[in-house]
């Protein structure tokens, strides 16, 4: 039984410790006194196996070594923060429910069967999936649904998804969250319509998104930038704080955006 308080510091997990996104997050959590990092973890032939991960940030100890001891990572966690491929989610969701630890998992382009999984485990322990971990993303995803439902019938809807040279998944798992939301918006309304994704992989964008409505003489656009990581990073921070007072149950953005307002 998941028995949790507000002022309790925060035992955090972070897979994939030695990645971009699990450093990022490891950085923001050092310097904030609600959270502490208890775990960190990374594949077995990682070159950060056995560093310290204060001294991996340029930080101060904090006694946590990178391991890829699924045991030792879980010794004492209360919430698990993922952003790892899809074999990742799936083998630590599976270790987060035997343990009866929440779960969050920022990773994209999970297949069906993945999200079945994660709903499954969602039965004992609270689960938290969104491809995009960023608040403004997220408020525009909102918005896009709203001026679906005001002007579709009229206007041609496109999405456009810029992000890094390096990125794996195409269109991005935000690209395909919002279209599945405006498709959702559309059904209600008893629209057909194709809503069209375009997706360019160039530079070291960390994520532009834009939303366009092309009507008769008029536009609407709604657009958001990512200009660094930190937004992802604190978006799970954040999550983390809420998920720890959740009960079982499967959330994504939506459900958080609702409880902060």
């Known amino acids: ?22 450093q990022a997050i490891a950085k923001l959590a050092i310097d904030n006194p609600t959270v502490s990092i208890n775990g960190a973890s990374e594949y077995t032939k990682h070159k950060l196996i056995g560093k310290e991960m204060g001294n991996v940030l340029g930080e101060a100890s904090i006694n ?5 001891n699924m045991k030792s990572f ?5 919430v698990v923060i993922e952003f790892g491929l899809e074999e990742a989610t799936i083998k630590f969701v599976k ?17 069906n069967e993945t999200i079945k999984l994660l709903k499954k485990h969602s039965k004992k322990i609270p689960i938290f999936w969104s491809p995009n971990m960023s608040i403004g993303a997220n408020i525009l995803k909102q918005v ?3 001026i679906t439902s005001k002007v579709a019938k009229d206007f041609d809807i496109d999405i456009t998804d810029i992000h890094h ?16 939301t ?11 319509k194709n809503v069209k994704v375009s997706a360019i992989r160039a530079g070291d964008s960390t994520g532009e998104h834009s939303v366009i409505f092309s009507g008769k003489g008029e536009k609407i656009i709604i657009k958001h930038i990512s200009t660094s990581r930190n937004i992802f990073a604190h978006g799970a921070i954040e999550v983390a704080k809420w998920i720890n007072l959740q009960k079982p149950g499967f959330y994504n953005m939506k459900d958080f955006l609702a409880g902060k307002g």
């Open 74 to 78: 879980f010794n004492n966690l209360d």
């Open 144 to 146: 896009a649904s709203e």
């Open 64 to 68: 946590v070594y990178v391991s890829d």
């Open 182 to 192: 405006i498709e959702n918006t559309l059904k209600n309304k008893k629209i057909k």
């Open 1 to 22: 039984m998941r028995m949790k308080h507000k002022e309790e510091v925060i035992k955090l997990g972070i897979v994939g410790a030695g990645g971009k996104m699990g």
């Open 165 to 180: 040279i390096q990125k794996r998944d195409t269109p991005s798992g935000t690209a395909l969250s919002i279209k599945e």
């Open 95 to 111: 270790e987060a429910s035997k343990r009866n630890v929440a779960f969050i998992s920022g990773s994209t382009g999970l297949s």
